[in-house]
């Protein structure tokens, strides 16, 4: 069953894309789905974007949910070790 669950927000950073090339992104869209290549029922899946570039200006990720609850650990656990004067 599918929850059609999608959350989007606004970012700002880079990504290597196709080719090695590295590229704005402007776009998250975060969503828990059947995956399109994963070996699994369902992932959660994380793309990262910049709309205006066009489809290939894209990294997708398809994580288990396990991986993708180890992701969130590993980015709070690396926030919470900056210095607040670094973290803005």
């Not at 969503?31 to 709309?51: G, R």
Request: contains cysteine; glycine residues 6%.
């Amino acid at each position: 069953m599918c929850t059609y669950t999608t959350v989007k927000e606004t970012i700002d950073g880079s990504a290597k894309g196709p080719n090695g090339s590295w590229f704005h992104v402007t776009d998250v869209t975060v969503y828990f789905d059947h995956p399109v290549h994963a070996m699994a029922e369902h992932t959660l899946n994380i793309d990262f974007a910049d709309p205006s570039k066009g489809p290939a200006a894209r990294v997708a990720l398809e994580l288990t949910a396990e991986s993708g609850r180890r992701l969130v650990a590993a980015i709070q656990e690396a926030l919470a070790a900056v210095p607040a004067e670094l973290a803005v």
